[in-house]
């Protein structure tokens, strides 16, 4: 059973659409981690969460925790093709566990 | 922010010989170092977690005999694919985090290993 669930798994937008990565799971996390990973290359922390409820904002990118710490989602507005890469949840629960990835492709 | 750092960044090598791959942590003193192995378009799968000082914790399906770990200082912690064959070519990645398990991991650039 995969700890972490996102969804979708492959996501092809035109450049301008907003977009939505969800990462769910039934345990409860302490904090939880957003990456995105460009090919050949290692995964680049975007953001933590860590309270229930979390609201943050990077520029075009919104991450959300959920209020009992079990899902985080991730909002992409007016994607643009620097934005394609693999995205991917992590969370510390004693070790590292990742979700699956979004592999995001936003054409021009 | 934390700077991890991976060495080499390529390497081929001919089936049967053994290769070791660096991580370091540049600015910071990592507690704990993950390395994880990733194929093409997939996640990143971890194969053990390493604390200086002691021997590695290798998840299920994973050969330590095949994977040595070796954590010897907080800034170091080296893998090595021995009697490596074509079928551990892979994408092969480092992460160090310092502190507790609420502490992010930050990663290094990865290392493609390519055996022939």
């Known amino acids: 059973t995969q700890l972490l669930e996102q969804s979708p798994q492959f996501l092809s937008i035109q450049e301008g659409e907003n977009l939505t990565v969800y990462c769910n799971s039934s345990s409860v996390f302490s904090s939880l981690q957003w990456y995105r990973q460009e090919p050949g290359e290692g995964p680049v922390l975007l953001v933590t969460?860590?309270?229930?409820?979390e609201v943050k904002k990077l520029k075009r990118l919104t991450f959300q925790f959920g209020d009992a710490r079990k899902d985080s989602s991730l909002h992409i507005t007016a994607a643009q093709p620097g934005d394609t890469g693999l995205y991917l949840c992590?969370?510390?629960?004693?070790?590292?566990?990742f979700g699956d990835g979004t592999t995001l492709t936003v054409k021009p | 922010g934390a700077v991890v750092s991976q060495h080499p960044s390529r390497v081929i090598c001919k089936s049967g010989t053994s290769v070791k791959i660096e991580c370091r942590s540049l600015?910071?003193?990592?507690?704990?170092m993950f390395w994880y192995r990733q194929f093409p378009k997939q996640s990143l799968m971890l194969m053990a977690t390493?604390?200086?000082?002691?021997?590695?914790?290798?998840e299920q399906g994973v050969e330590k005999d095949k994977f040595l770990i070796n954590h010897a200082s907080l800034t170091l912690s080296t893998l090595t694919v021995t009697s490596a064959h074509p079928e551990d070519s892979s994408f092969y990645i480092c992460?160090?985090?310092?502190?507790?398990?609420?502490?992010?991991?930050?990663f290094g650039p990865g290392t493609r290993l390519l055996v022939l």
């Open positions: 600015d910071f003193q990592a507690t704990t």
């Open positions: 969460v860590v309270t229930g409820g």
């Open positions: 992590a969370a510390n629960a004693g070790k590292s566990t």
């Open positions: 390493s604390n200086e000082g002691s021997k590695a914790t290798y």
């Open positions: 992460s160090a985090r310092y502190g507790t398990a609420k502490e992010t991991q930050y």
